[in-house]
């Protein structure tokens, strides 16, 4: 499994990448105590900035031309901030559809970046954790079917396969990732738990975007650490 490699440079070069870490770092802690407060108004704005400025982090991180990785990976915040941002102009099941559709695509694009690393992944080494992730799937999609009829139906088992899948394979780009990508399936999966379970713990708001920040957060570390890792042994 790859380990967090020490390399000769920091993960953020000075400049413009830590002037975007810093934003992306004010921007949820300014959303993550707007959610305790139950302040609807600025959790919504920040929650339109929060992918854009941490799409800034990857992209001033990294330079051109930039690897295919690091590409698909930008493409995934692409379109994780059109899950965050889109289900704005709906209401009811049509913002949830819509928020689900975004998330969808952004956890293929994920999952099709990090295929090239399935070979240093839970898929290949530690079967039991693999066994470990295909079992809270199982779990999860359970919980979920009875409260989700029709069409609903298909998208919980499609969104927890993409989900899982991006999850499993992560472990292959970076421990970082790894963590990473646990978190996001993590704050997905109370989503999901909300929805069609009504399962809802205090503060769940706060919860949810805690862990989604973090997961998304340290995915794009891994990334970091993993080109650098690429750089070194070139």
């Known amino acids: 499994m790859t380990d967090v490699a020490h390399t000769d440079r920091p993960l953020l070069r000075p400049g413009a990448a830590r002037v975007a870490a810093g934003v992306f770092a004010a921007l949820a802690v300014v959303h993550l105590v707007a959610q305790l407060l139950d302040a609807a108004a600025v959790a919504n704005s920040t929650q ?17 031309p930039r690897p295919r990785l690091v590409r698909l990976v930008l493409v995934a915040l692409g379109f994780s901030w059109v899950g965050d941002t889109l289900p704005d102009l709906f209401t009811g099941d049509a913002a ?41 799937a199982v779990v999860l999609v359970a919980l979920c079917l009875p409260g989700a009829p029709g069409v609903l139906t298909g998208a919980v088992v499609v969104y927890a396969v993409f989900l899982t899948a991006m999850a499993v394979l992560a472990t292959g780009v970076h421990r970082l990732a790894w963590i990473g990508g646990a978190l996001f399936l993590f704050s997905d999966a109370m989503i999901a738990l909300g929805a069609f379970a009504d399962v809802v713990p205090p503060q769940s708001g706060f919860w949810i ?4 920040l973090a997961g998304q957060a340290l995915l794009v570390a891994g990334v970091v650490a993993r080109q650098a890792i690429s750089a070194r042994a070139a």
């Open 209 to 212: 975007m805690l862990t989604y």
């Open 48 to 64: 339109w900035l929060v992918m854009p400025a941490l799409a800034a982090v990857l992209w001033c991180t990294t330079a051109a």
């Open 96 to 136: 949830f559809l819509a928020m689900v559709g975004g998330f969808l695509v952004a956890q293929v694009v994920y999952a099709v970046a990090f295929w090239p690393y399935r070979r240093e992944s839970v898929l290949h080494r530690r079967r039991g954790v693999l066994l470990a992730y295909v079992a809270l």
